[in-house]
């Protein structure tokens, strides 16, 4: 040993320590070994921890010796300071030395085995450096960690989740390690953060593709994954290739599935490889496949025509009867889409299998006794047998596929109304609902039973949560009063109306209503149908007038692959928190809360002069201004050209009033704008404002727009409800005289 590591380690003379970094490394190079196993001696010594004197430390196996023999002593912190032991400290400093070392190979072969027992030893710190070298060590050479999977897997479970990225690298070379704990490891996803997330996705996704069936029991939890746009596509991805080893672990999940695919019509193509898969099951699950893979080709675009023609032909071929052994005739006879679509809908409609005789309906429904049903909804649900789960998707998908020839029947109705007037693309709570078409084919007495009990017993099962949820929601946005829908260049809206109950001596609204217009008219829909559950002391059945007003407008609606009324009604108790949010969103885009806002006391929506009556009387002072300040208005009309001027605006009366910033108050620049004159008052649009203009509004009248800014966005919110205010006010004002002048 060189003289001065016997100086510094056998005599302890550490004032000498310094010079050992002045050494050439030639002159030590013999004597590491020998030097690092008196380090070992001196640390194991009994009295080590209570002699400061040997605390002072820094050729593979005699280094990883002592880092070894760090773990016969105790390594979590200790004290109410929390700091590292000794031992501790010395494991520290050889992990980043050994370990840095992690593209070497040899180096690693002796360390990996050490380094794994360090993950449970209860430090989280230095299980987290280990942590972030075994992680590279996995990506320059993953079989050295493979035989100690099952200790990494558990330190996962445990909390260590930084050894996630670890788990799809040694997985190909010992997938039993990992699934032993593959539920476990599924259910820690919503633990996880984000970066986390995609490196247990991609664990399950290899899952998936080399041994589907071991993932099979986990498909309910990876369905409750597909809420999470970031993993939406990755779970699809699993799911997809679970469905070609174990169709029948995803049949209850299909209407969950469907669900989603309305939702992200970029993931369809992947809901109809899994229909497909399942409708090999059976017969009865082919027909029912069927039904809804035909509705989607004649509506989605030519990108999933390919795919879907695929899964249709591989059900067809292997269920001739199906079509009655045609099927191959009907791809040769078009090369349209469309009409390979509309040719197949008809075959279907004539199939024995699904409209056969009553006998035979019951011998396919035999085979799917033992099927759950619908596994979407908490509430307990109905068992159909084969023949009438298909007339049910038939329905679905009947008003989809008959658009023209529903608006045909809906304008031949509206034409011979009592007043005679054409009320062309619009239907009310009030219209009778368009059975005709519905009852044209199938069994109607049959299929109306069967959806009065669905829908009844949905809402006996969940009518507790459903006047719970109404009760808070009541609170956040209004039930439509009135609800109409037309039809729009971009597909149907919903025309609402809302009016202040109360109507004291100064409503905004005594006589008239809030109108807005809605592209969401079946969360409406959805909305309305809750509340009148929640008002209701029994469960409400689809036959009820009430209902069936709401049926009407669901069926005008024409969503693409949507759903039945009855059927889109029971898919959840009520509706999801983010639908809700998007209505709350649209409520203030049209400025409805400038308007009316919920009172406690009254327990329902009221206008903003019968909300604030103390303020009423200061409103409607003749000729006192309601609100006055500078704002500045944009004079040139192109929006790319930034060029403001400011002036004094009063808002009094029926009018609002202006001049140039300066001049007295005697002396309008312009000619004033007529509030009862005005259209609309609008923030500016959300691409606008993301560009600078979050302060900006625009007062729309027929003749003009003017777009006005505030000097802060507080500022320009007071602005725009007092305005708002005074519209409403001034119309009812002019509605008022008109009515006493007639």
Known sequence: MHQLFSQVLGQRDLSRAGDLFSLEDADIEDCLSQALEQIKAISCSPDYLTNDNDQAVRHGGALVGLWESCLEHRLAPQGESHED???????????????QNYSRPPVMALAVPVAVRFLRRGNRELSRNMSSYLSLAAIAKAELLAEHTDAITLSVLAGNHMLLRVLPSVYPKQPDAIHRHLGDLTAMMSQLEPPEQLHLIRLLQLVAEQHPLILSPQVPAL???????????????????????????LVSFLPALRAVGEQAPALLGSVAKIHGAVGIISEAHACSSLVYLVSLLGNMEHSFHHTLLMQI???????????GGCGKDIYRMSNSFSAIARLLERKLGESPAIWGPRGERRRLGEEEEEEEGEGESPAPQRRYSAGQTARLERREMRFNRSKSLALHAVRS?????????????TMTADATPPHALANQQGD?????????????VHLKNNMETIKAFCKEMVTQIPVPEQCFIEDSGRGCCAKLSFSCPLKGNYCLYPKSSFVLTSPQPHLWVHVMMLHLQSKSSVALCSGDECVQRLVSLWERTQLRGAHSFSMAMTQNPTLHRKDLARLQVHLEEVRFFDLFGFSQKEENWLCFMCNNPEKATVVNQEGQPLMEGRLKEKQVRWKFIKRWKTRYFTLAGNQLL??????SKDELED????LSKVQSVKVVARKRRDRGLPRAFEIFTDSKTYVLKAQDEKHAEEWLQCINVAVAQARERENREATTYL
């Open 671 to 674: 000619i004033p704008i007529e």
């Open 658 to 663: 202006f001049r140039k910033s300066g001049k």
């Open 223 to 249: 369905v409750g994954y597909l809420d999470d746009p970031s993993l939406t596509e990755a779970v699809f991805s699993a799911l997809v290739d679970v469905s070609q080893a174990s169709p029948s672990s």
């Open 413 to 425: 109705r509206s034409f011979n109304s009592d007043n005679g007037e054409d009320t062309e693309g």
């Open 313 to 323: 032909r591989a059900l067809t071929e292997r269920y001739p009867c199906v079509l």
């Open 444 to 456: 109607p007495e049959e299929e109306e039973e069967e959806e009065v009990d669905r829908l009844h």
């Open 85 to 99: 032991t000794p031992h501790a400290k010395i494991a520290s400093d050889i992990t980043s030395c050994i370990l």
